[in-house]
């Protein structure tokens, strides 16, 4: 076993052990930081595929930019319900029910299919290929997401501001 397969596995141990844990825990601060490590786990992945613009990213904007935000929404919404988030479901069972279906849909696909690993020929840098894919042909998505993201951090500055 190779370094980078033994990394892979660990890696992926953590991911799935995280995300269960952002499901499972019932305090929803908790939750969050189970979330962060699962995104963590993710630029993890990236740099082993040697995509180190999109683990980058995913640690900037995920691990950092939204799990903040929803650490922010929960002190927020605390403070404007007045008590204390806990995560509590009581859908638990049709949940567990779906979720299994899903992983037994995603394993026989891939059962199916052979197991010929192959690696797509990459002409250029990756990071001008994003960019430049995302600043030409997906500019107006890109553009409006920046807008919907302003509007949702004006949204939690007004709703943090001390009431007089």
Do not use: C
């Amino acid at each position: 076993m190779t370094g980078e397969v033994l990394a892979f596995w660990v890696l992926a141990i953590l991911l799935v052990g995280s995300a269960l844990m952002v499901v499972l825990t019932k305090n929803l601060f908790h939750a969050v930081l189970w979330l962060a490590l699962a995104l963590t786990g993710t630029a993890g992945v990236f740099l082993l595929l040697e995509a180190e613009f999109l683990a980058a990213v995913q640690l900037l904007l995920y691990a950092g930019g939204i799990v903040t935000i929803v650490v922010f929404a929960i002190v927020v919404t605390e403070k404007l319900v007045g008590e204390r988030l806990s995560q509590v479901s009581r859908r638990i069972t049709g949940g567990a029910v779906v979720s299994a279906a899903l992983v037994w849909l995603i394993v026989s696909s891939i059962m199916e299919r052979p197991l010929a690993i192959t690696r797509a020929p990459m002409s250029g840098d990756l990071t001008q290929i994003i960019g430049e894919t995302v600043l030409t042909r997906f500019a107006l998505p890109f553009e409006l997401l920046a807008v919907l993201m302003l509007a949702g951090l004006m949204s939690a500055i007004y709703f943090a501001r001390p009431e007089d």
